[in-house]
């Protein structure tokens, strides 16, 4: 079955268990995985590896001063743990929700004149994002979650966790 993009036209974005759908304009995940190779003094010696990806959990918001602001609650919470799940449109369909556990950090924000109040915060995440779309789990046994076979064996098994909705 071909895979199909959306516009994205809402998006619901819980910290925790508050809603911030009307201050948020969009949330990305990004891995970090660093390379290494070596150069070995044998023919065809040069072996190249990939290690284990890094997440982070970005959110582009409005930067509100009010009390119960996204941008206030940034602040107010630095350092703090914390659980973001984010459901892209179409948020009537089940199946669309992502899961990050973060720590949380203050955000920056842009007052200029002439423009919206916008800023964004890039939060470290404490394991990689669980949920439709986000990636494979790697707990063996589960028929929702993925198992994984030793690098280079070609018979991989893929299954996506998919979150309730």
Same mark, same amino acid.
């Given at each position: 079955?071909?895979?199909?993009?959306?516009?994205?036209?809402?998006?619901?974005?819980?910290?925790?268990?508050?809603?911030?759908?009307? !201050?948020? *304009?969009?949330?990305?995940?990004?891995? @970090?995985?660093?390379?290494?190779?070596?150069?070995?003094?044998?023919?065809?010696?040069?072996?190249?590896?990939?290690?284990?990806?890094?997440?982070?959990?970005?959110?582009?918001?409005? @930067? *509100?001063?009010?009390?119960?602001?996204?941008?206030?609650?940034?602040? !107010?919470?630095?350092? &703090?743990?914390?659980?973001?799940?984010? &459901?892209?449109? +179409?948020?009537? &369909?089940?199946?669309?929700?992502?899961?990050? !556990?973060?720590?949380?950090?203050?955000?920056?924000?842009?007052?200029?004149?002439?423009?919206?109040?916008?800023?964004?915060?890039?939060? +470290?995440?404490?394991?990689?994002?669980?949920?439709?779309?986000?990636?494979?789990?790697?707990?063996?046994? *589960?028929?929702?979650?993925?198992?994984?076979? +030793?690098?280079?064996?070609?018979?991989? *098994?893929?299954?996506?966790?998919?979150?309730?909705?």
């Amino acid at each position: 079955m071909p895979t199909r993009a959306y516009v994205v036209k809402e998006m619901h974005v819980l910290v925790g268990a508050v809603d911030y759908q009307c !201050e948020v *304009s969009g949330v990305s995940l990004t891995p @970090s995985a660093s390379t290494q190779t070596i150069a070995l003094a044998c023919p065809d010696g040069v072996v190249s590896d990939v290690g284990r990806a890094t997440w982070a959990l970005t959110i582009s918001y409005t @930067s *509100s001063l009010q009390a119960n602001a996204l941008f206030r609650m940034l602040a !107010e919470n630095d350092g &703090e743990a914390a659980t973001v799940s984010f &459901e892209p449109f +179409p948020v009537a &369909e089940a199946g669309h929700k992502i899961t990050a !556990e973060v720590i949380l950090a203050a955000g920056g924000a842009d007052w200029t004149v002439g423009n919206f109040n916008t800023g964004t915060v890039t939060l +470290p995440m404490t394991a990689p994002p669980t949920g439709a779309g986000a990636g494979p789990t790697v707990t063996a046994g *589960s028929p929702t979650t993925t198992t994984r076979a +030793p690098k280079g064996n070609a018979n991989r *098994s893929r299954a996506w966790t998919l979150g309730s909705g």
